[in-house]
């Protein structure tokens, strides 16, 4: 499926959309270059699961976990990883495999673990169409 968003509104609403038709155990691919939206559909879909902590890109930390929403929503920024085996040192199998909804930006670089199903959604631009324009395209893997 394609959406086309015009603005950063629509691209969080797209997010909240998703969150809310979550079910646990869902694992989303985000694939997009810098500057895409990748973290604003994250504040999105946390938004569609209950979650009111502000959510922001765990670049640094590889994973952030916000408990309060309706499934616990574990938001992965793999953007820094040198070797997909460093997922295995933060435990990513627990998350992965548990019972809440994971999002992982950068996902094309860790593709040979995730698991055999899950959502991937690849988000671009064209400046052609306007600075704020997206193109988001969701596949069902698996």
Known sequence: MVIETRNVKETLELGIKIGQEAKPGLVIALEGDLGVGKTVL???VAKGLGVEE?????????????EEG???F???DVYRLEDPDEMYEVGFEDYFYGEGVCMVEWA??????LPSSYLKIEISKDP?????YRKITLTQVG
């Open 42 to 44: 994250a504040q999105g």
């Open 54 to 66: 502000m959510v922001c890109s765990p670049t640094f930390t590889i994973v952030q976990v916000y």
């Open 70 to 72: 309706r499934y616990p």
């Open 74 to 76: 574990y938001h992965f």
């Open 108 to 113: 094309e670089m860790i593709k040979e673990i």
């Open 128 to 132: 052609q169409q306007g600075v704020d």
